[in-house]
């Protein structure tokens, strides 16, 4: 088992960049493939970024392809993601995943962070 904690949400404006932190506790989160996702109020959660164990493969929603980005420190034990030009419409409440296997779908996965909000003003 993996136990995660999101962290780096905040209030940013519009056109601005934040950068979410999953640190993983327990067994290593190199041992999984890493999914980010959101949840709006009333929305389904929703997948932003998967990466898989050894970081060669990424996957990007349409929504965020080109403004968001996915990594991995597996020395540090913790996934990232980076985003950047931020809009209104990327408000949400954002969890990290663990998988074993790289999937798009939350159902695919295994372990949950709490989330953490971010709120994108206008």
């Known amino acids: 088992q993996v136990q995660l904690v999101e962290s780096g949400g905040g209030l940013v404006q519009a056109g601005g960049s934040l950068r979410l932190s999953c640190a993983g506790s327990?067994?290593?989160?190199?041992?999984?493939?890493m999914g980010w996702f959101r949840q709006a109020p009333g929305k389904e959660r929703d997948i932003v970024a998967a990466?898989?164990?050894?970081?060669?493969?990424?996957y990007y929603a349409d929504s965020v392809k080109g403004r968001f980005t996915i990594s991995r420190d597996n020395a540090k034990n913790t996934v990232y993601l980076q985003m950047n030009s931020l809009k209104p419409e990327d408000t949400a409440v954002y969890y990290c995943?663990?998988?074993?296997?790289?999937?798009?779908?939350?159902?695919?996965?295994?372990?949950w962070g709490q989330g953490t909000q971010v709120t994108v003003s206008s």
């Open positions: 990466i898989t164990q050894s970081g060669a493969t990424t």
């Open positions: 327990g067994r290593t989160v190199s041992s999984y493939a």
């Open positions: 995943a663990a998988g074993g296997q790289f999937a798009v779908a939350p159902t695919r996965y295994d372990y």
